[in-house]
Structure formats: structure tokens, C-alpha cells
């Protein structure tokens, strides 16, 4: 499994958008996304990304 950390240090009202931009550009290389999970600690937004990569041949 590998995890994928992603940041919005605003209001946090684009984070959901950062992740779908980087599963979409991902695509590819993501053979399962297993979790999100999103955070907020002050003024600082993040998700975790959960997911097992694809096999690359």
C-alpha cells in the first residue's frame, strides 16, 4: 500500500478538487484507491490517499 499526502494551507474548500486532479493524473499507476481521508488541524487541510499501485510490467 502507498499513500499519497495532499495540502491546502486556504480555506480547505479545494482540497477535494487537488484529489480528484491527482487521482485522475494517476489513473494510470492506481490499480485501487483503498481510503481518503480528509483532516483539518488549524488552519491547515489535508487528505490521505490510500491506495495500492499497479503492477508495473
Request: no cysteine; hydrophobic share 40%; proline share 0%.
Amino acid at each position: 500500500m502507498k499513500y499519497m499526502y495532499i495540502v491546502d494551507y486556504k480555506d480547505g474548500s479545494a482540497i477535494k478538487d487537488k484529489v480528484d486532479t491527482w487521482i485522475t493524473e494517476n489513473e494510470e499507476n492506481i490499480l485501487e484507491i483503498v481510503d481518503i481521508e480528509y483532516n483539518q488541524e488549524g488552519n491547515v487541510f489535508f487528505a490521505i490517499v490510500t491506495y495500492i499501485e499497479r503492477a508495473k510490467d
